[in-house]
């Protein structure tokens, strides 16, 4: 059972463009959504995260957007960068402090100049 | 190094043999997590450890897998009789005392260890 859905499957975005990630999830009990970033041969690595008790976080270029009715949150990444071309994955998790992760399938971004 | 290792990096293994996956925490670290990730999806999660003992083990996929943590540092993750449904890349991760305020919720996780079964 897929509990976080994430889309687009792949995104192009001109530099200077915004990305924007959408993940919706399932279970309400969920209260961490983290985002992380992946570089090929790499492992994830944490970028941004959010609690329900907050509508958005912002963190340099980066920002989480959260609907807790839609049961949806995103992520946007302002003047996007050649260097932010990666495999971005959201998550939850059901207990604060507890990394035991549900992963959505992933987002290919790809920067073009 | 100050981040989370694992060895091998790569291992070719056939049909029906046994595999042993290693991965060192970061120092200090007592929480540590094993995930699988499969081809183009994101990372799946196996087992937990906090200390020496499974703290959860949910994500096992069936009796083959089996991962120790003995001295509450270094984790082998072991496969017997290996299938081709195995081939993924096994992620390793850790992170600070869960039970110590200002855990910041976050996973430090190594470069993984890629199983090809043929």
């Known amino acids: 059972q897929q509990q976080v859905k994430q889309s687009p499957q792949s995104l192009i975005v001109q530099k200077g463009g915004i990305s924007i990630i959408n993940c919706a999830y399932e279970n309400t009990a969920f209260d961490y959504f983290p985002w992380y970033q992946q570089f090929p041969g790499k492992g994830p690595a944490l970028l941004i995260a959010i609690r329900p008790d907050v509508s958005e976080k912002k963190e340099g270029r980066f920002t989480i957007s959260f609907n807790k009715s839609a049961k949806q949150f995103s992520l946007h990444i302002m003047d996007s960068q050649p260097g932010d071309s990666a495999t971005y994955f959201c998550?939850?998790?059901?207990?604060?402090?507890?990394?035991?992760?549900?992963f959505g399938t992933g987002t290919r971004l790809t920067i073009i100049p | 190094g100050a981040g989370v290792s694992q060895t091998p990096s790569n291992k070719v293994t056939e049909k029906g043999k046994y595999v042993e996956l290693r991965c060192d925490p970061i120092s200090g670290h007592t929480a540590l997590y094993w995930y699988r990730q499969s081809l183009g999806q994101g990372p799946e999660f196996l087992i937990y450890f906090q200390g020496t003992g499974a703290a959860d083990d949910s994500g096992l996929p069936n009796d083959r897998f089996f991962a120790v943590r003995p001295e509450g540092s270094v984790s082998t993750l072991k496969i017997q009789r290996t299938e081709r449904g195995d081939s993924a890349v096994y992620l390793c991760?850790?992170?600070?005392?869960?039970?110590?305020?200002?855990?910041?919720?976050?996973?430090?996780f190594g470069e993984g260890s890629r199983l090809t079964v043929l």
């Open positions: 991760a850790s992170s600070r005392d869960l039970q110590r305020t200002g855990s910041t919720g976050e996973l430090f």
């Open positions: 998550a939850a998790t059901f207990d604060f402090g507890n990394e035991k992760l549900t």
